[in-house]
Every structure is written in C-alpha cells, then in structure tokens.
C-alpha cells in the first residue's frame, strides 16, 4: 500500500526518480478505483428506463453524468498531477528528460502513428532505471546501489 499512496505523498514533485513500482502500483489504484467507480455506475444505472429517442441518441449515456459519474471526473482530477508527476519522474529513473513526456503524450493524438507511441512510452515504462547516480539523481533502489557496480 506504501508504494500506491507515494505518488499522492510527491504530489507536484518533478524533481528526482521513481522506480518501476511506485509507477505500476499507482497504475493499479487508478485501475481499481477506477474499476470501482465504473461499478457503482453501472450498477445505479436502470437501462429499461431509458427510452431510445430518436431526437437525442446521446439520452443512453445520461447515467455517466449523474451523481456517480462526478466521482469519475474527480478521481480524474484528484490524481491529473500526481500521475504527470510520477510519470516524469519515471522518465528521470530512466535518464530521459521529463519534456518526452509531453512528447508521448501530443504523439498519442495522432492518428494511426498514436498507437505506437503509446506502445514506446509503456517500454519505457516496463524498462528498469539507469544503475547509480544519473543527472536526475540518486538510484531510487539504494544509496549504495552505485559502489555495488562499478
């Protein structure tokens, strides 16, 4: 539980390094909170009640925005820095700037190519930090990690 609450503890730090786990762990509570509320929205939802109007074929998503699908856009806003803040410190573990985050991110809106760099950007995320010292700082794994090495 200490690594899924360490991003929320850095909240706006973009300063430093982040190992692998800090990152998927605070992966898996947006995902199970998310899970969670997707849950609670479907199950509040009556679909028999709502009625196929022609005139308004968006009337099927009216439970998305109901109380429960605030919830939704508040866990987005909730963990929006922490998440941006985690994931440029997972750049920084892995030696790269955090502006290739952005970089990711405008890259992931285009059409067809969008795929591939949101497969790149998951590598990079699936890839262990750089060993010791880097110029973003000290080995999140050890202080001593560097001396092991060399």
Do not use: C
């Not at 308004?56 to 909730?78: K, Q």
């Amino acid at each position: 539980m200490h690594w899924m609450f360490l991003p929320f503890k850095r909240y706006a730090q973009f300063t430093g390094r982040s190992r692998r786990m800090e990152y998927w762990m605070f992966a898996l509570l947006n995902a199970i909170v998310m899970l969670v509320i997707f849950g609670i929205m479907f199950a509040m939802s009556d679909v028999d009640d709502v009625a196929v109007d022609p005139a308004n074929p968006l009337a099927i998503y009216g439970w998305m925005f109901s109380g429960v699908g605030v919830l939704l856009l508040l866990w987005f806003l909730v963990v929006l820095v922490p998440s941006i803040a985690v994931s440029v410190r997972r750049l920084h573990d892995r030696d790269m700037s955090g502006w290739w985050y952005l970089g990711f991110v405008v890259g992931g809106l285009i059409p067809y190519i969008g795929l591939l760099v949101s497969l790149a950007f998951l590598v990079i995320m699936l890839l262990p930090g750089t060993r010791g010292p880097n110029r973003f700082g000290e080995d999140p794994k050890g202080a001593g990690a560097s001396e092991v090495f060399e």
